[in-house]
């Protein structure tokens, strides 16, 4: 299991350069709206696409309800990436979505 983060934790931090919100639900749920400047990439190509990722950066990953960006983190720190799971998903979010 990947170290957690507040969804409150995750409004104030979000402004940070070096932080970025990594959305992993599927194209139909972002449709619904995201966390704005969140990066957008499901679950099923995480691994395939880490590559894309800047490793100066810290991840938040965001699923519905925190199950899948968990296993998104667990993957990005394995391949040496910096990743936190915001805990309880957009479920628990409150803050703007786009």
């Given at each position: 299991?990947?170290?957690?983060i507040?969804?409150?934790q ?8 070096h ?5 992993v ?7 619904e709206?995201?966390?704005p ?5 499901p ?7 880490v590559?894309?990722?800047d ?15 968990d ?6 720190n ?5 990743a936190?799971n915001?805990?309880g ?7 703007e979505?786009?």
């Amino acid at each position: 299991m990947a170290k957690t983060i507040q969804p409150e934790q995750v409004e104030s931090k979000r402004k940070e350069n070096h932080i970025q919100v990594l959305d992993v639900r599927t194209n139909e749920e972002v449709a619904e709206g995201k966390i704005p400047e969140a990066l957008h990439i499901p679950l099923d190509e995480i691994e395939e696409r880490v590559g894309e990722l800047d490793p100066n950066k810290e991840y938040i990953t965001v699923c519905r309800s925190g199950r899948r960006s968990d296993m998104a983190a667990d993957i990005m720190n394995d391949r040496g990436l910096n990743a936190l799971n915001m805990e309880g998903g957009m479920k628990a979010w409150t803050g703007e979505v786009r």
